[in-house]
């Protein structure tokens, strides 16, 4: 798989968890708008992240509480990846790109609550 389509899964609430496959390299746009996913990894191959793709539209359901980013090639990441994310929802990045990451999102509309932390164990 090479890209996810966009707005697959949009508003699924259903949608707690899901397995990415290690083939894909682009996470369309809005691809998991208001999901009720709780946890997602990213895997090591994917190279873009696009607009809106974790949103939340009503911040009372945000449910995405961990991401894991093995990925160390991300070069192209969307604005508002993680809009109205809640408040205790922490992305662990892989310790080589923690600064790289955290500029790249911050730039793009992180919300300043989230947490990032680099592990080195990811990828």
Partial sequence: ???TDPH??????RLSVVKLPCSLRRIGPSSFLDTGLRKV????NV?????????TADPKRATLKRVVIKSKKIRKWGKGIFDDARRDLVIEVPASKEKEYRKALK????????KIIGRRALG
Wanted: no cysteine; net charge negative; aromatic share 14%.
């Fill in 41 to 44: 990894t990213i895997p090591e």
């Fill in 107 to 114: 730039k793009k509309g992180l919300p300043k609550y989230v």
């Fill in 8 to 13: 697959p899964f949009w508003g699924s609430r």
């Fill in 47 to 55: 190279e873009e992240i696009g607009a809106g793709a974790f949103e």
């Fill in 1 to 3: 798989m090479e890209e």
